[in-house]
């Protein structure tokens, strides 16, 4: 079982920045390909970013690409979403998930059965 806490979110505007962090629960944090995802209000969930399992390839939505940046701190079993230059179609609540295994480097939102509680992010024009 995988627990995932999400933090780092708030209240910015365009053009501002946010981290947002992710700590995990699971001793084989390092083992797990890991993912932010978002969820703009009434639309569908969507991938923002996801990192593999040792942290040397990423791969980012084109929406964010080149604005967000996904890393991860395996000693310290999180991972975090640096996000520039925000606008407000990035508005949404952010989640970061994990896989259903370990070494499963997947874009595939349905492929994630750990998800932590989500945090707002709004971008104010």
């Known amino acids: 079982q995988v627990q995932l806490v999400e933090s780092g979110g708030g209240l910015v505007q365009a053009g501002g920045s946010l981290r947002l962090s992710c700590a995990a629960s699971t001793r084989t944090f390092s083992s797990y390909a890991m993912g932010w995802f978002r969820q703009p209000p009434g639309k569908e969930r969507e991938l923002v970013a996801i990192i593999r399992w040792t942290g040397g390839t990423t791969y980012y939505a084109a929406s964010v690409k080149g604005r967000f940046t996904i890393s991860r701190d395996n000693a310290n079993n999180t991972v975090y979403l640096q996000m520039n230059s925000l606008k407000p179609e990035d508005t949404a609540v952010y989640y970061c998930?994990?896989?259903?295994?370990?070494?499963?480097?997947?874009?595939?939102?349905?492929?994630?059965?750990?998800w932590g509680q989500g945090t707002q992010v709004t971008v104010s024009s």
């Open positions: 998930a994990a896989p259903r295994r370990t070494y499963y480097y997947t874009i595939n939102l349905y492929d994630y059965s750990y």
